[in-house]
């Protein structure tokens, strides 16, 4: 993982060999630049007026370098208009993506404009986002950029409160997203249930219950449509339940539950050989769930929040699962498991139904790697939407605009719900192959949750990714973290 070292200065103090300067048009106006364009004899000015290109748009840049200066090199970066959190994350990222083409190892940032501190702030932790990459199985260090300890410095006249609002908010939730992240592109035969649930268990320590259930506890509840799901593996279930009290007693809960499957080979519906490798991903929900677990305990939020995470592998074997099989699940429902490729839903009526019968809570939101169909509706950059409250439906699409993880409303309806309808069990795990199959398997789903404001979130096309996105390298995002925490934020605290 790449050491860096994130800091904030006055103007006075920066002590880097490197300046970015973020301009938002092709002039500058601080009295800072206009300084250093003097000591310069006004190779600054001439910089910008030779490069006529530069309008200080996202992601252009011209470099000067300065022999004579107090800096070895000087970047003009185009930073875009910032007028959200994801924008200035977004600038971040850009920033961090040209230190890397320059082959910077520190660099200090100064913005030519006034800008909010949390704004400020989101900006060195779009660096950081963009800025880590999962290396800790390459043996041999190489002598690449990437692998040096970064440096990055924001100079600013308000440096004091934007190092506290990103100590109290941002520094949880850059820890929230990475364990989520490592997790996610951990192998799975590092992480399994069991390695999993020890991992959550480390949140104790922040003052997060942690209760795990295991195979026997799980069967002792009537788990079953989750245990069936496992039966083909040597890696034993778990069920971990995690409790953050921040509000006290009297406040109501808030559960999230996400979808844990550490490998989904298919089970004896296997699945093609090719890209299988990537079904490692498929608790991203879970870890999403956990990662958004320490951001509420790092930084105190006052809420009451559940999360459940359903544990589980799904592999071939002579014990595994067999398409046709009914099992009956905790909620007393019995299911048909015709395809026992479609497992997520199965894990999660489990899950669901502990979190609503248990807790009790105002609102479940869950997150699943869920269907390969949502990532043909909408590829990369929505995750799918299913809701059957509109304030909470409305409440999570603004969040995720908000921080930039973004989300598309899908329909339920009465129609597709019949479609789940089994000859011979109250529900059967898949509809007709090829038709709005996102849509059944989020009715499957809702069977779960009563009569409670309930989201489930298909996170199929944007939680592991072969590419890299402004704000992470390829494999895991992180999505789900930054949209569930501004969700809190919002919505739950007091
Ligand atoms: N984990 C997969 C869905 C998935 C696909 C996640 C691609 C990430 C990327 C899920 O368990 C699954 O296999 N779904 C089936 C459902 C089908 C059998 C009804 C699918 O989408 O093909
Ligand atoms: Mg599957
Ligand atoms: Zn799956």
């Known amino acids: ?19 970015f300067v973020c301009l938002k048009s092709s002039k500058f106006s601080s009295d800072f630049v206009a300084g250093l364009d003097k000591k310069l004899n006004g190779l600054l000015t001439k910089a910008l007026s030779k490069n006529k290109w530069f309008k200080g748009k996202l992601g252009e840049h011209i470099s000067v370098i300065c022999p004579n200066g107090d800096y070895s090199a000087i970047a003009f970066i185009g930073a875009g208009k910032i007028s959200s959190v994801k924008d200035a994350q977004k600038l971040g990222g850009t920033v961090s993506s040209i230190m890397s083409k320059l082959k910077f190892e520190k660099a200090s940032l100064f913005l030519d404009q006034e800008l909010k501190e949390d704004l400020l702030a989101n900006l060195a932790l779009g660096f950081e986002l963009k800025s880590w990459a999962f290396d800790k199985y390459k043996t041999k260090k190489s002598d690449a950029w990437s692998c040096k ?119 004896i519906s296997i699945k093609p050989s090719h890209n299988m490798d990537q079904m490692k991903s498929d608790m991203s929900g879970a870890a999403a769930v956990l ?140 509809a007709a192959k090829g038709r709005a199959g996102s849509s059944t398997a989020a009715h499957f789903l809702q069977r779960f949750v009563g009569n409670t404001a309930w989201a489930h979130m298909d996170i199929a096309g944007v939680a592991f990714l072969e590419q890299d996105t402004e704000l992470s390298c390829k494999g895991a995002t992180g999505y789900g973290v930054q949209l569930l925490n501004e969700f809190v934020a919002r919505n739950c605290e007091k």
């Open 149 to 267: 300890n970064l440096a990055f410095e924001v100079i600013s006249a308000s440096y004091k409160e934007i190092k506290a609002a990103y100590d109290a908010k941002l520094a949880p939730l850059y820890a929230g997203i990475i364990d989520a992240r490592t997790l996610i592109n951990e192998p799975a035969n590092v992480i399994y249930p069991e390695t999993f649930a020890k991992h959550a268990k480390e949140l104790s320590a922040l003052g997060v219950k942690i209760e795990v259930l295991s195979k026997a506890d799980m069967a002792k509840l009537g788990m079953n449509a989750l245990l069936g799901v496992s039966q083909g593996s040597v890696n034993e279930p778990k069920m971990v339940i995690a409790r953050w009290e921040g509000a006290g007693k009297s406040a109501f809960w808030t559960a999230f539950v996400g979808k844990g499957l550490t490998f989904d080979s298919g089970g």
């Open 291 to 430: 990662g958004l677990m320490r951001v509420l305990a790092m930084r105190k939020a006052s809420a009451n929040v559940i999360g459940v995470m359903a544990l589980a592998e799904n592999m071939p074997s002579g014990q595994a699962q067999r398409p046709g099989d009914i099992v009956k699940t905790m909620s007393g429902q019995t299911v048909e498991v015709l395809d026992t490729d479609a497992e997520g839903r199965l894990v999660l009526a489990d899950a669901l139904w502990c979190a609503f019968d248990r807790f009790k809570p105002k609102t479940i939101v869950d997150l699943a790697t869920l269907t390969g169909a949502i990532q043909v509706a909408l590829g990369h950059e929505f995750a799918g939407l299913f809701c059957n409250n509109e304030s909470l439906a409305k409440e999570l699409i603004e969040a995720g605009d908000r921080v930039g993880e973004k989300l598309w409303r899908m329909p339920l309806s009465e129609e597709f719900d019949r479609q789940i309808d089994s000859d011979i069990a109250d529900i059967k795990n898949i």
């Open 1 to 19: 993982m790449i050491a860096m070292n994130i800091s904030f200065t006055g103007i006075k103090n920066h002590k880097s060999d490197n300046l």
